[in-house]
């Protein structure tokens, strides 16, 4: 459910391009780790920032089981066109 949560509000935002760049650049393995701006978080919106971010930032671990990191980020943060998703993966 949460992850629908975060899906939606990346579309909602139109920040798939920047989601997807930061979890392709955070990923280790089966872990991605990403930093969200606190303040930003408590008003849910989503700004991605770096781990040593002034106001302490929210860091956020996905450890993926069972799922590639390739369906993870098409479900999460598609590739898209013109800032729309070009294919669509409802559930992981």
């Known amino acids: 459910r949460d992850l629908h949560t975060l899906r939606e509000l990346l579309r909602k935002q139109k920040i798939l391009d ?3 760049t930061e979890f392709l650049r955070n990923r280790m393995g ?3 780790t990403v930093y969200f701006n606190k303040q930003t978080a ?3 919106r ?3 920032c770096e781990e040593d ?3 302490s ?3 956020v671990t996905f450890r993926l089981f ?3 990191f390739q369906k993870f980020l098409d479900f999460i943060a598609p590739e898209t066109k013109d800032g729309k998703p070009i ?3 409802e559930e992981l």
């Open 18 to 20: 920047t989601a997807r």
């Open 30 to 32: 089966n872990e991605i």
């Open 42 to 44: 408590t008003v849910s």
């Open 46 to 48: 989503i700004n991605f």
């Open 53 to 55: 971010a002034v106001l």
């Open 57 to 59: 930032p929210l860091r």
């Open 66 to 68: 069972g799922v590639s």
């Open 87 to 89: 294919k669509e993966i």
